[in-house]
């Protein structure tokens, strides 16, 4: 049943790279219109001060820290030592099988991920969720994944925030690997301490218990890509994970925008 539906999910290259003209053919006729700006700054986008299709400027794109390989293959960062690992990987235990992310969680980044999590980011979620595709679209397409599955928000939080970034990002990642999104696979039925500014230890003990398998849809033997905002230690991506592969998933790869390593 699932190679059939990988099937169905995935067309052919002649099919994506038809629908890739689409895309660009629809953008450019809405550019037209509506001239667009900057999502992270605002400042009106001219053809030579936008990069393609993503909306932000150049300015603003040269001041994010974006990863460039090699990367470490436990969190996706681009800040390897003299291992496989970065420093901060190092001692780390993480159970999921490989990370991707778009970069570090510092600067223009930070404030942007700060952005997204109010009701007002939802366009800047979309547009840093086309960023994650354009700089790492190759090594998302290398999941093949079954299902993408956004880390799970409590009921409580989404209604005070108004939004729902992992989510989104989910969503347009949804879209562009052609893969279904299944958020009801995963869910958060205790609403727990936001993780930032807890240690280590005082993380996964919040976390505890805290997320629990929904919707079952038949994963065994799926392969798995969990989406988020932000990575720090893992802990919930850890937690999440633990989760998938009891109901038989085998592999899970980990997307976020950015990752912090903890302190
Ligand atoms: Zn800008
Ligand atoms: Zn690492």
Not at 169 to 176: D, Q, S
Request: hydrophobic content about 40%; aromatic content about 6%.
């Amino acid at each position: 049943m699932v190679a059939t539906l990988r099937e169905f999910t995935n067309p052919t290259d002649e099919t994506a790279a038809m629908q890739e003209r689409i895309h660009t053919f629809c953008d450019a006729a809405l550019n037209l219109v509506f001239p667009p700006s900057c999502f992270a700054c605002g400042r009106e986008l001219t053809p030579n001060s936008s990069c393609g299709r993503i909306l932000f400027c150049a300015d603003c794109l040269d001041q994010l820290q974006i990863y460039e390989p090699p990367f470490c293959s436990r969190c996706g960062c681009g800040q390897l030592g003299s291992s496989e690992f970065c420093p901060h990987c190092l001692n780390d235990k993480l159970d999921f099988d490989r990370a991707i992310a778009l970069g570090d969680y510092g600067g223009h980044f930070r404030e942007m991920v700060l952005r997204m999590k109010k009701s007002s980011g939802e366009s800047l979620a979309l547009a840093v969720g086309e960023l994650m595709w354009v700089y790492c679209r190759d090594r998302l397409r290398e999941v093949e994944a079954d299902f993408i599955v956004p880390v799970p928000m409590h009921w409580l939080r989404r209604t005070r925030r108004g939004t729902n970034s992992a989510a989104i990002l989910a969503e347009v990642l949804g879209r562009r690997l052609r893969v279904p999104v299944r958020p009801g696979i995963l869910r958060r039925h205790r609403n727990t301490l936001p993780q930032s500014g807890l240690s280590r230890r005082q993380r996964v003990r919040n976390l505890s218990g805290a997320l629990a398998l929904g919707v079952s849809y038949g994963l065994q033997g799926t392969r798995v890509l969990l989406v988020d905002d932000i990575m720090t230690t893992g802990s919930t991506c850890n937690a999440a994970t633990g989760l998938l592969k009891t109901a038989g998933v085998v592999h899970v790869t980990v997307a976020t925008a950015v990752r912090s390593p903890a302190v």
